[in-house]
């Protein structure tokens, strides 16, 4: 590890991680003459440093260290319990190291440190917590026999969640160190070893996360990280035989590519995708609470956020006074520095997701959306993009159909409660949506007819690793967290036996 050179006044002291790769329990430079990738600050575009841009070959070396793991008589002997253990022991050292997590992650992902701090670094901690304790209550089932041909015989039967093996995680660059957790700690928990690969965009803490892993006591091969862009490194996992599940979280594009290449080995497979989730507005809604909460259902980590309430549903009667008051919030925020208190929105991970954010706005505009507050990349240094509130926009444009995954809401008006759900299914996605409204009969029927993962009431972006989350449509397939998880990282194996003597015993 080294400090980094030449930092802001307002930012912390920063540890940069070492750059190599975690495998079969060691951490190693990736064979051969590597190329590097840089990671540039999103904040001013200023490069951090520089790390590999794994192989194939890093990628089977990767797996193999997995795959020995899995099938050693250790990692098959170890007590659930000490697997959690393992989990609780990395949670201790995420803890002890936060703040410089947090402050590194800030660093390579733009996020507000302030945020990082309270939320990326308290889920990663409660998720490995909350897993360790998963690990010694996975449970099967008694069942009772019924063969198909009646006999004098005894049956008894049962069923076990066994783990998958091998499990592939790609994790996105909107939330890193987080993401690498929401991967990792069920699939040690339920038994599997895994390799991940996060996000060429936003690797830092990911690689630091492995350095930690080491320090554990976690059996060599149980977690591997590997570094690279997904076209090499992310498709040498997708296409590994010895894989035999990816949980991926990203582009719902990426994902249909994951899909289809993982067919080749009837891989297993758990797409979190793209959304495109509308916050619904009724005129009995407290606005004092909705206009806040549908504000920060978009701009929050600059919209980069796949549950992200970008498209906004209101009701005639108060549709005026909302987006009025949505765009009054956007034209305040402050932009700058991830490191400067006073910064209320951070910048966009790359120049060219600003690029792309412009050109979709751009193209609203054409088509007929009315720009009443931002539509404009901000001043000065780095990645930054003004919130930006789109009028007036019709459901076939191209702002309401594409994830925009930006500070961009597109307002809709109501003018007949029967098209809230016409509207609000209108889309490819299904991820989550929010509801606003004082009367819960309303909200709760209302919600029962949204083709959605999750559906709160009046909040959004609340999300509980107790609680299912993923996506219907085109915005996944499977869950993550919760009981689900189980489901996610084990299979099922049915055991049968037939009892013999038992009739000696009258």
């Known amino acids: 590890m080294s400090q980094l050179d ?12 070492s750059g190599r790769l975690l495998l079969d329990g060691e951490l190693v430079e990736p064979r051969g003459a590597g190329r590097m990738i840089d990671a540039l600050d999103p904040a001013t575009g200023n490069k951090i440093m520089s790390f590999p841009a794994c192989r194939r070959e890093d990628v089977d070396r990767a797996v193999g260290a997995a795959h020995r793991c899995f099938e050693s008589k250790t990692w098959q002997g170890m007590r659930p319990l000490d697997r959690g253990r393992l989990l609780e022991n990395l949670a201790l050292l995420v ?37 360790a304790g998963w690990a010694s209550k996975i449970t099967g089932e008694y069942v009772t026999h019924n063969p198909l041909m009646p006999e ?44 991940l690969k996060p996000s060429e965009e936003s690797s830092l803490t990911t690689l630091r996360l492995g350095e930690l892993i080491a ?118 925020l402050q932009l700058g520095s991830p490191f ?34 931002g539509g404009v990349a901000g001043n000065g240094a780095g990645w930054h993009y003004r919130p930006t509130v789109l009028a007036d926009v019709t459901p076939g444009m191209t702002v309401m159909r594409e994830e925009i995954f930006g500070p961009v809401v597109c307002a809709t008006r109501i003018t007949d409660r029967a098209q809230i759900v016409p509207l609000a299914n209108d889309t490819p996605f299904g991820l989550a949506a929010s509801i606003w409204t004082r009367n819960l009969d309303h909200a709760h029927l209302l919600a029962e007819r949204i083709e959605a993962g999750t559906v709160w009431l009046n909040t959004h972006n609340v999300l509980d690793l107790a609680m299912p989350f993923g996506g219907t449509k085109m915005s996944g ?30």
């Open 6 to 17: 030449n930092q802001p006044a307002t930012m912390p002291p920063i540890t940069l991680p």
């Open 215 to 332: 320090e554990a006591g976690f059996p060599a091969g149980a977690v591997n990280i590997v570094t690279g862009y997904g076209a090499e490194a992310g498709a040498a996992l997708v296409d590994h035989p010895l894989v035999r599940k990816i949980a991926f979280t990203g582009s719902t594009a990426t994902g249909q590519s994951i899909l289809a290449a993982s067919a080749k080995t009837m891989k297993r497979v758990t797409l979190e995708l793209g959304g495109k989730s509308p916050t619904i507005i009724l005129a009995d809604a407290d606005l004092d609470r909705a206009i806040p909460g549908a504000a920060a259902a978009i701009f929050s980590n600059s919209g980069q956020i796949c549950t992200a309430g970008s498209r906004l549903l209101v009701e005639d009667a108060i549709y005026d006074a909302v987006l009025e008051g949505v765009a009054k919030i956007a034209d305040g």
């Open 340 to 373: 400067d208190m006073a910064t209320q929105i951070g910048p966009l991970i790359s120049m060219r997701q600003r690029d792309k954010v412009s050109g979709l706005v751009d193209a609203g505009v054409a088509e007929g959306a009315q720009v009443i507050a």
């Open 152 to 195: 004098d015989a005894v049956y008894r039967a049962y069923t076990q969640r066994r783990p998958i093996g091998v499990i592939g995680g790609i994790t996105p660059w909107n939330f890193p160190i987080g993401q690498a957790i929401q991967k990792i700690a069920p699939a040690i928990a339920f038994g599997c070893t895994v390799v």
């Open 477 to 506: 397939l499977g869950r993550e967290f919760g009981t689900e998880a189980v489901h996610a990282f084990t299979e099922p194996k049915a055991v049968c036996m037939r009892l013999e003597g038992v009739h000696d015993f009258g």
């Open 95 to 131: 803890e002890k190291h936060r703040d410089e997590l947090a402050a590194l992650e800030s660093l390579d992902s733009g996020k507000l440190l302030f945020v990082t701090r309270a939320i990326d670094l308290q889920f990663t901690i409660d998720g490995l917590r909350y897993f």
